[in-house]
């Protein structure tokens, strides 16, 4: 499978990140407008107050970025995106304080590399585990948007203090596909949490939906 994908992911990267780039202001605009209408007493007080906890939290104490858990999740993020793309998964090694490292089969790519610095593995897994409950047609208790306020926040945090120049995963995917792509991912990632929690499953597609709209409407005001 690897042989296929990776060669098909290559060819992507630059018409990507051209396309990353162009829906880079959009994504932005349409993150203001769906946290502006995620304003309300339930989402303020069940989702977002865990998620600004755990930002503030999570910039007054640096050394959390180092933490097992932190390593652990960075790790795991790789290694589903490994296997995800063909690759035969390897060894995991998680040092506190000191980073980690992970091997699998083959050269990889660029998804690979760049996964844990946009993806959120352990906010999606909240999601996964919300649809599960719903198979049950329940109502999801408070305390999961909680829980998802807590792991959107991690993301968000983790992901802005893991982004610089000396992150050797960067050199890997290539530092100006690195730096084209991964702000666009992150505002999309924010987004689509965001929209998780204003309106569940059926959000996602609609943020999709809405992002074409305004990329559109904001290359015609170029045309």
Known sequence: MR?????????LRYPLAAAMLVCLVPAFLLD???????????????????????????FLIPGLNGSFLAILEHELTHMLFAVLTGHKPGSIAVHQGRGG?????????????LSPYFFPTFAFAVMLAGGVYHLWDAPLPKLYWSVLGV?????????????????????????????LFLPSANL?????????????WPGIGLYFSKLAGMTGAFIQQFA
């Open 3 to 11: 042989r296929f994908v990776n060669p098909f992911l290559s060819a």
């Open 101 to 113: 490292s992970f091997a699998f089969e083959g050269k990889g790519n660029w998804l690979i590399f």
């Open 188 to 200: 999309i990632a924010w987004g689509v949490l965001f929209m998780y929690a204003r309106f569940g």
């Open 151 to 179: 792991m959107s926040g991690y993301h968000i945090a983790s992901n802005i203090m893991e982004i610089h120049p000396k992150q050797t995963d960067f050199k890997k995917a290539g530092y100006l596909f690195s730096f």
């Open 32 to 58: 203001i407008a769906v946290v502006k209408s995620c304003l309300n007493s339930f989402l303020l007080l069940w989702f977002f107050l865990p998620l600004m906890i755990v930002v503030v939290v999570w």
